[in-house]
């Protein structure tokens, strides 16, 4: 059983590169989330999904794109990086949004 | 908007010493709280969950209080370790969003 699974776990980007970010959770969890942690700060939600086909914007969406066609990818995407954007992204899963989180290991990100 | 306030940021105590950690929210209208533990360069993991119902949750030696009228919960460590060192987040789940605070980092020392 391995959880909830980020890859990569290390990234360097350059300004105005895209990327994806890869969550995959093999738990059969509806709700699925992405928070950024930053130094001095708790989680900030991003985006979440309360089942595949259904996102919404969290407290911090401005800059990511989200999609969930299937119930265990929940991908996050980078339009076009800014420095911004350098943080620890973090990918969580539950049964409901009321249920105990899991989190993945994270995603280290700095852009240059 | 929710905010979550964790108040010392940091603490250090020696080992066998009781853990009380504090955190307050200022909405009191929450679905549940929860308490996370995060080890440098790792993700959350999950401790307890008190719904807004409930006054107090239990697991071994911790037990987390919640007072939603007044916005603020209490986690207690009993008789802290070594391997007690760590960050612990607490969190107000509301409208399909949880809410962080910015966590306490904890060192007990041996």
């Known amino acids: 059983n391995a959880g909830v699974t980020q890859t990569p776990k290390f990234q360097v980007l350059k300004t105005g590169q895209s990327m994806t970010l890869q969550c995959a959770q093999d738990?059969?969890?509806?709700?699925m989330s992405w928070y950024r942690q930053d130094p001095g700060m708790g989680l900030r939600l991003i985006h979440y999904?309360?089942?595949?086909?259904?996102?919404d914007q969290g407290e911090v969406p401005n800059g990511y794109n989200v999609s969930r066609s299937t119930t265990e990818d929940f991908p996050l995407r980078l339009l076009s990086a800014a420095p911004s954007q350098t943080s620890v992204y973090f990918c969580?899963?539950?049964?409901?949004?009321?249920?105990?989180?899991?989190f993945g290991d994270g995603t280290r990100l700095s852009i240059l | 908007k929710q905010e979550v306030t964790q108040i010392p940021a940091a603490l250090s105590v020696p080992e066998g010493e009781n853990l009380v950690l504090n955190c307050s929210f200022t909405?009191?209208?929450?679905?549940?709280l929860q308490w996370f533990r995060q080890d440098p360069g790792k993700g959350l993991t999950s401790l307890l969950l008190?719904?807004?119902?409930?006054r107090e949750q239990t697991s071994g030696r911790l037990n987390a209080s919640l007072d939603k009228s007044s916005g603020r919960s209490t986690l207690y460590i009993a008789a802290s370790q070594p391997g007690d060192s760590a960050t612990y987040l607490c969190?107000?789940?509301?409208?399909?969003?949880?809410?962080f605070g910015a966590g306490t980092t904890v060192t007990v020392r041996a």
């Open positions: 969580a899963s539950s049964p409901t949004w009321v249920q105990p989180q899991h």
């Open positions: 738990m059969n969890h509806e709700y």
């Open positions: 999904s309360v089942g595949a086909g259904i996102t």
């Open positions: 909405d009191s209208a929450i679905y549940n």
């Open positions: 008190i719904q807004s119902s409930q």
């Open positions: 969190a107000v789940s509301g409208d399909y969003k949880l809410s």
